[in-house]
């Protein structure tokens, strides 16, 4: 039998994408809100050189998604990525920590506890 | 078969500066075109004194609605429903229309957000999340007569009105009518948005709706979308946006 070629592969030395990086920190949403309210991925739209995720609050009760968050960035070069969150100003996270930072104020936001909130209410009638 | 008008009339602020008699003129509006609901957006206007200017005529009523709207119509408000939003948000509102003898519908008005101080990607999560709650309603209330007029801001071809990163609102009937897009394993309903009917020949005073003319570009930003199903169509016929 032929040797093996391939090399070992680790993808553990590879950086998260700023996808990975949003579910990540979305999907302690469920948890927050006793499985009332979910952080959900929508889809993707790939334009020429990047791609635009959308994510929703989601509400299994209701069968409701609302559109909530959208991020755009590099398909070669992940950073800056660009966040549009519901009711809050557009940022721009420059590199990872960037990023984590700049979701942790999108979902300490006044207005997005009160969505949040407001959904959980109308999950639990 | 209904009659619904539409104005923005940009008067939540300066109003003790200002002087136009917008109170008169969407009386006038209502009478002229024997509008059955007449739709006023950004009117800070108290409804006592819009009121006061429909003394002439069919008796007109106050419609619950949010701060940014006015809403009056000629029948029982009762037949008129407001709907309690899942996620409040003050630029769009959503009534339940029960009228006797007439299929019940869904009628929306929405104030898009403006270009001047918020992105594309911005307006276009917005337009999603009103698409997505119209959606939410005919799911609930089980049919999808659905008719969303308003000031979105946007023009018909832009991502925010045509895409499903939008309201999914296109030019063509034939496709609204057909199967919903399907994306990412989720369909999307489509809206026919019968305001690209002034981007080609409709003849003058038959289109279902104006558009907005500044200098030497011309918008169309005042639009009126329908569901396809159904009698809807019918209603696009029926509106009128006007702007002073």
């Known amino acids: 039998m032929t040797k093996n070629l391939w090399p070992d592969f680790d ?28 952080f959900s991925y929508e889809g993707v739209v790939v334009q020429v050189n990047t791609v635009e995720l959308t994510y929703a609050l989601y509400s299994r009760k209701l069968q409701f998604h609302f559109p909530f968050l959208q991020v755009k960035f590099g398909i070669t070069s992940h950073y800056p990525v660009t966040i549009v969150a519901d009711k809050l100003p557009d940022m721009e996270a420059a590199d990872e920590d960037n990023l984590i930072e700049s979701l942790a104020k999108i979902f300490n936001a006044p207005s997005t506890i009160k969505t949040v909130q407001q959904l959980m209410a109308l999950s639990k009638q | 078969m209904v009659s619904f008008g539409f104005w923005n009339v940009d008067s939540l602020r300066n109003t003790s500066k200002d002087e136009r008699e917008i109170a008169r003129l969407a009386a006038e509006l209502a009478v002229e075109r024997s509008l059955d609901i007449l739709f006023l957006i950004e009117c800070g206007i108290p409804v006592p004194a819009l009121l006061a200017a429909f003394d002439q005529g069919p008796e007109y009523h106050a419609i619950s609605c949010g701060n940014r709207f006015k809403v009056v119509a000629r029948f029982n408000p009762k037949c008129l429903a407001r709907l309690s939003l899942p996620v409040s948000n003050d630029r769009f509102d959503v009534w339940q229309l029960q009228l006797p003898l007439q299929q019940e ?18 307006q276009g999560l917005f337009l999603q999340q009103v698409a997505a709650t119209i959606a939410y309603f005919e799911t609930q209330i089980g049919h999808d007569r659905s008719i969303v ?23 063509s009937r034939s496709i609204a009518s057909d199967e919903p897009r399907q994306m ?22 038959t289109s279902p709706g104006t558009y907005y003319y500044r200098g030497s570009n011309p918008h169309e930003l005042y639009m009126a979308y329908v569901r396809p199903s159904g009698d809807s169509s019918v209603f696009a016929q029926q509106l009128f946006f006007r702007r002073i």
């Open chain 2, 184 to 205: 990412f394993g989720r369909s999307y309903p489509y809206f026919y948005n019968p305001m690209w009917n002034l981007f080609g020949d409709e003849p003058r005073g």
């Open chain 2, 149 to 171: 007029l308003g000031d979105f801001n946007a023009n018909p071809f832009e991502s925010s009105v045509a895409s499903v990163l939008g309201m999914n609102a296109v030019a």
């Open chain 1, 11 to 38: 993808i553990g030395q590879m950086p998260l994408s700023p996808k990975q990086i949003i579910e990540e920190a979305g999907a302690g949403l469920e948890e927050k809100t006793n499985g009332l309210v979910r």
């Open chain 2, 105 to 122: 519908i869904l009628v929306s008005v929405v104030h898009g957000l403006d270009k001047r101080n918020n992105s594309p990607e911005k």
